[in-house]
């Protein structure tokens, strides 16, 4: 039973990297410029189902906004 079960979940762990956009680099000189971003699925890279991206000291699971998305400051006529 629990070999059914791993097998599966691996199974579905590999389709779901296969349907992932995977950016990856890395450094061995620095460790800061080692980092890996997976994006589920590949197609729909603005708005993914799931993100993962992992560098030395930091772990994130949501997108950071872009900077499209963000609002425009406004800025007065006159000042220009």
Known sequence: MFNKLFLWSFIAFVAVLACSEINLETSIYKEDKNSIEIIFPQWQT??????FYWTPGIVKWKQDP????????PTLGFMQ
């Not at 603005?46 to 993100?51: N, T």
């Not at 872009?66 to 400051?73: N, R």
């Open 66 to 73: 872009s900077e499209e998305e963000e609002p425009a400051v």
């Open 46 to 51: 603005e708005q993914p189902w799931l993100y």
